[in-house]
């Protein structure tokens, strides 16, 4: 079975600066990893996913995320975020040889003017 | 292609009430999945159907949850006898068979029970 540790519920940041969202799975397996965006009042869509090969995998909207094996991490990244960022992201894992997606708590991120 | 389509997208319910969800996915996608939210908290998973067949169910449902793909096209949930505990978004996924495939999720279906 897998697990997905966000380990931040809540991340306020000023627009233009940096962000980090960070996650953390467990699993006994290998896994693929994705993160997944919630806008208001909408369904949740896909940022960037890792299968395998390179480690940093490039999503939409500027955002892009490392695999660490051996941390067991998936930390999401944007070097500058705008207020149109403002949303939930979660952070999801699967194993390579199933079907169910389990996914994190969730981390509000919420940019600042 | 539409998106995955859930209705109806609010249902306010008394406690004691039968509801039922539809998830209509996207067309070319066999895979089906049934997911719950509360508030602050992450999809948990509910149940997955290939095609026509529900292959796993969660312990989360009891035997007053039920969901069926009939023809391998959309999907219902139902709830019976409704509790408050049961408030919560059901969200609805889709995706391609395959390895890697990600999910297309609905908008969700939000109850309230009264």
């Known amino acids: 079975a897998q697990s997905v540790t966000q380990l931040d519920s809540q991340v306020p940041v000023f627009e233009e600066a940096p962000v980090e969202l960070r996650c953390n799975y467990s699993?006994?397996?290998?896994?693929?990893l994705f993160w997944y965006v919630q806008y208001p009042n909408q369904g949740l869509q896909l940022l960037l996913k890792?299968?395998?090969?390179?480690?940093l995998v490039k999503g939409i909207n500027g955002f892009e995320a490392e695999f660490n094996k051996s941390q067991t991490s998936f930390h999401l990244r944007k070097p500058s975020v705008h207020i149109s960022d403002t949303a939930e992201y979660f952070c999801?894992?699967?194993?390579?040889?199933?079907?169910?997606?389990?996914f994190g708590a969730g981390t509000r991120l919420f940019v600042k003017a | 292609d539409t998106g995955v389509s859930q209705d109806p997208r609010h249902k306010i319910t008394k406690r004691g009430q039968n509801v039922t969800f539809r998830c209509d996915p996207i067309?070319?996608?066999?895979?089906l999945y049934w997911y719950r939210q509360t508030l602050g908290q992450g999809p948990e998973f509910l149940t997955y159907?290939?095609?026509?067949?529900?292959?796993?169910k969660s312990r989360l449902l009891s035997d007053r949850f039920s969901a069926e793909r009939p023809k391998g096209s959309f999907s219902t949930l139902e709830i019976q006898r409704t509790e408050q505990g049961d408030s919560a978004m059901y969200l609805c996924?889709?995706?391609?068979?395959?390895?890697?495939?990600?999910?297309?999720f609905g908008e969700g279906s939000r109850l309230t029970v009264l």
């Open positions: 996924a889709s995706s391609l068979a395959g390895t890697g495939t990600e999910l297309f």
């Open positions: 699993s006994s397996v290998s896994v693929y």
């Open positions: 890792y299968l395998s090969g390179s480690t």
């Open positions: 999801a894992v699967r194993g390579t040889g199933g079907f169910k997606t389990i």
């Open positions: 067309s070319e996608h066999n895979r």
């Open positions: 159907f290939q095609n026509e067949a529900q292959l796993e």
